[in-house]
């Protein structure tokens, strides 16, 4: 099992790589365009905010030109949609092998889980940027399930193994300390809200201050740091950022069509 990997792509300075639903379906674009043009099997994947997990297995591509095409080719649509210039990855991309059949079905699980540990969702079912509607259902557009389903025996016992709660460890994307020191956290208050201090933040419109607070949340800081820099509560912080994530991805039939440079129609309802 030594040519399948666990791979993640992550956001520089932890900045989203993801706004919106648009962002969401052009990224599954760029993947499903790479895979027809890389031949690779893709085991799992999820989308998070500012990260991307993904179970792959190359077949004769390595995977730094798989993982180039793929960063460049949505970096480039990024950065034209948010009039923005440089870097939008954290260096190129971090891998593991993945050479057991336990370490494999550990790897699946947590990848699929994500949303839940990150508190964006509280069911599976919920999330659609993921590989676990493709197995609950049998089918998906990207995912190959065949071989997860063989490792297990049965889909039953595959779907069993993830729903169970754990304390799976793998490479992780909170492997880094990405914490803002509180330095770099006021300047960036400063920067997106024109705020000084906590008493100039205190003089916005609630609603205007929770708008502010789930961007500095996506942006990197703690919840706990966005209470105690901006004078907020914790507990509306908490609900705040907790409100904003809950449900991602559920915004409709929102369409991304691409007939003119690849005859792709994806939408928001699709499973992956």
């Known amino acids: 099992m030594s040519n399948i990997y666990h791979v993640m792509l992550r956001g ?32 799992a994947f999820v989308l998070m905010s500012n990260h991307v997990h993904l179970l792959i297995e190359p077949s004769e591509e390595p995977l730094e030109l798989i993982f180039k095409r793929i960063s460049t080719s949505y970096a480039v649509w990024y950065n034209r949609k948010y009039l923005r210039s440089g870097h939008l990855f954290q260096d190129r991309y971090r891998s593991e092998t993945v050479e057991t059949d336990a370490y494999y079905k550990t790897v699946l699980r947590y990848i699929i889980r994500n949303p839940i540990k990150a508190g964006m969702v509280s069911s599976l079912d919920e999330y659609q940027w993921s590989s676990y509607l493709a197995y609950k259902n049998g089918q998906g557009v990207l995912t190959d399930t065949q071989f997860a389903i063989e490792c297990f025996g049965s889909r039953e016992s595959l779907l069993e193994f993830l729903m169970q709660e754990n304390d799976d460890s793998v490479m992780d994307e909170s492997d880094h300390d990405w914490r803002l020191k509180d330095d770099a956290a006021r300047e960036m208050i400063k920067r997106i809200t024109d705020c000084s201090s906590a008493s100039d933040f205190q003089e916005l419109d609630s609603s205007v201050q929770k708008e502010y607070a789930a961007r500095l949340y996506r942006e990197g800081m703690s919840m706990g740091q966005i209470a105690r820099l901006t004078g907020m509560p914790k507990t509306t912080v908490h609900r705040t950022v907790q409100g904003k994530f809950q449900g991602a991805g559920d915004d409709g039939k929102l369409l991304l069509k691409e007939s003119n440079d690849g005859g792709y129609d994806l939408y928001t309802g699709m499973i992956w």
């Open 12 to 43: 520089i300075n932890r900045q989203n790589i993801f706004e919106d639903n648009e962002d969401r379906l052009r990224f599954m674009t760029v993947l499903t365009r790479c895979r027809e043009l890389s031949g690779f099997r893709l085991h």
